[in-house]
């Protein structure tokens, strides 16, 4: 059985975990704060979720502490899981959301809607959401209106792709020659893509006149078929719906021309207030049946008043500025709307601030969970602690990223041959451990690195979504007008995408415009063989000639000057092989613990700089390597 599992297990044989479970069937008002310790939270949670199968919200403070809660519970659950990230920017300040917040909202107002769309499946293991408080403040799109946006596209419907087109661009999508990341669209024909915000690959719909033939979901770098689908749901690619009859942009009084004004401005989230007037948060996308915790409802609540203390303070300066009309709408719901909001629902405080009085703690859930000793580094009184444990014939879990070397230890201590039961060891991470007792049963021990070594768990980085290259790329970009340069015939400037016929069939060309008006129409196939020219800023090439020997003398004079640095370079390296440097040791087990004690989760290229720079190290040639990356991008940690 899975050690997590095993712990779980343990929660739900406790007599306080099932009065709560009772506490929490549907119907039930707020009940009193559990009062539990902080290592405790997340597996109670996991476990009432595991029990109960509804889907759970948990709300904590800050943004920092929401992440690294949705992080730590992939430990505790394998079901889906949402961030519900909040803006970047503040409440009034004009900027648009990241696109990272972007997919992560749009994430898990699909998954919500998914309750409330009659011919979507309902999920068959219930979802959790994590929020921060400013992120369930962030004013959303109402939910009727996101669900009366999504449309659901099958193979033999019949629709006109004009109006699909046109509904897809109202809801968001931006139209694209060719489809890289979710929230796009393009169409060649009758053949239309489009990347639906909570898709992990983009489909493909096929069309013989108004009628959808075939839909596939396709790889946007090969564009090969991933595999054949029946339907396909297109949601909003944004938190607001722009109709051009509809907006109302509030302009300040100092803009003489309104109208030229209001035509230059970008609509964004930021305009999400006056677009939408009724007031919605993620709380009402919410199915009845779901289960709301939050992490400490005091500090919450103070988070909140310092976030609207804040927000006041920006409206006044921005009107008093006239960068804000003074009429306009709060773009935040407030904390008494949200807390109404929370007790018409299921809603429990996993901390202390509404937990029971002194006397009943003893009876209740958090008297089961009481921290464990802390070694701070010292390994041999852990050792020690440990054999103790298995003495008493308690049970003991280790989660740690040194299981193997605490591991070692242990075996290496002569009471690992005990008749109890031996200790586990998980290579994992958690911020803390507890011990776990109902009197008079044996006790369970999580013990982790917090423990032993007093570490913290490693803080979550947001990972960078890659963006698929297509065949088209190498000229989606080109603007007409843009310089450019083919390897065989030199500079000239880009004409655009062209149709000729050619042995009766239509093709698509690139078409090069040079010097003395000649013209090159380059297969599309070939498009590799143009490149962007890249020059001095502010400089203007001169055209070469079609035809003309002056490309080709360039390209002869280039190549000698690059045979020439070429010599150089090999007969600096031939000099350096000769060379012998100092080959240093592999990673011994204490290279890697210190490595794994430093604060951050390394990126996949911090990890293949360390694996080449080790290389370098450990052999007797010395290491001739340049490490390149942006201010902060970890390159002091490597």
Not at 40 to 60: E, K, N, Q, S, W
Request: net charge negative; hydrophobic share 40%.
């Amino acid at each position: 059985m899975d050690l997590m599992e095993i712990i779980l297990d343990k929660i739900h044989e406790l007599t306080q975990y099932q009065q709560l479970l009772k506490q929490l069937q549907p119907g039930n008002e707020q009940l009193p704060g559990l009062g539990l310790p902080r290592a405790a939270r997340l597996p109670v949670l996991a476990a009432v979720h595991r029990d109960v199968d509804r889907p759970i919200l948990l709300i904590t403070d800050r943004a920092d502490h929401a992440l690294a809660l949705f992080d730590e519970l992939g430990f505790w659950v394998k079901s889906p899981r949402y961030h519900f990230a909040e803006p970047n920017p503040l409440f009034y300040e004009q900027a648009a959301w990241g696109v990272t917040t972007r997919r992560e909202r749009l994430h898990a107002l699909t998954a919500l809607a998914a309750y409330h769309l009659p011919f979507v499946q309902k999920p068959e293991i219930s979802p959790i959401f994590v929020a921060s408080a400013r992120s369930l403040m962030t004013r959303t799109i109402p939910r009727r209106d996101f669900l009366k946006a999504c449309k659901k596209l099958a193979a033999g419907q019949s629709t006109q792709p004009d109006a699909l087109l046109r509904s897809w661009v109202e809801i968001g999508y931006q139209r694209v020659n060719t489809v890289l990341e979710p929230g796009q669209f393009s169409r060649r024909g009758g053949i239309m893509d489009v990347w639906p915000s909570a898709e992990k690959l983009p489909v493909r719909l096929d069309f013989f006149g108004d009628e959808i033939e075939t839909i596939r979901r396709f790889d946007p770098a090969t564009q090969r078929t991933v595999e054949k689908l029946e339907s396909i749901l297109v949601t909003p690619a944004r938190e607001y719906i722009s109709r051009n009859s509809e907006i109302d942009l509030r302009i300040p009084e100092k803009e003489t021309d309104r109208d030229d004004q209001a035509s230059r401005i970008e609509v964004s989230e930021f305009h999400i207030p006056l677009l939408h007037q009724q007031s919605a948060s993620l709380l009402d996308y919410l199915p009845q049946k779901a289960l709301i915790f939050v992490d400490d409802l005091s500090v919450v609540e103070s988070m909140v008043a310092e976030i609207e203390e804040q927000a006041v303070k920006l409206r006044q300066d921005s009107i008093a500025e006239e960068t804000l009309s003074p009429d306009f709408p709060l773009p935040y719901v407030t904390w008494p709307e949200l807390l109404d909001t929370l007790h018409d629902r299921s809603f429990v405080e996993l901390g202390h601030s509404t937990s029971l009085e002194a006397e009943e703690v003893g009876a209740s859930l958090s008297a089961c969970f009481s921290h464990d000793e802390r070694f701070g580094g010292r390994l041999k009184p852990f050792v020690e602690y440990l054999t103790s444990v298995v003495e008493r014939g308690e049970q003991a879990i280790i989660i740690s990223r040194q299981a193997s070397r605490l591991e070692e230890l242990w075996l290496e201590s002569d009471q690992h041959e005990s008749d109890s039961e031996l200790p586990q060891f998980i290579e994992a991470s958690v911020s803390e451990g507890f011990v776990l007792q109902e009197r008079p049963s044996v006790a369970l021990h999580l013990i982790t690195d917090s423990e032993v070594f007093g570490w913290e768990r490693p803080q979550p980085r947001t990972r960078q979504r890659p963006v698929a290259e297509t065949p088209e790329s190498v000229y989606a970009d080109l603007q007409v007008g843009d310089y450019v340069v083919h390897i065989d015939h030199g500079i000239g400037r880009f004409g655009g995408l062209v149709q000729r016929e050619l042995d009766n069939h239509l093709r698509e060309f690139l078409a090069v415009e040079y010097e003395g008006g000649g013209q090159l129409y380059v297969p599309v196939h070939q498009a590799d063989r143009l490149t962007r020219y890249v020059g001095a800023e502010g400089a203007v090439p001169a055209l070469d000639r079609l035809g003309g020997q002056e490309w080709h003398d360039k390209k002869g004079r280039v190549k000698q000057a690059v045979l020439e640095v070429a010599q150089e370079m090999l007969d600096l390296y031939a000099r350096r092989n000769v060379v012998h440097g100092y080959a240093f040791k592999a990673d011994t087990t204490w290279q890697k613990e210190l490595e794994d004690s430093f604060p951050y989760v390394e990126t996949d290229d911090q990890k293949r700089a360390l694996t080449d720079i080790k290389h370098d190290m450990e052999s007797p040639r010395p290491m001739d390597r340049l490490l390149c990356g942006d201010v902060g991008y970890g390159k002091t940690e490597v």
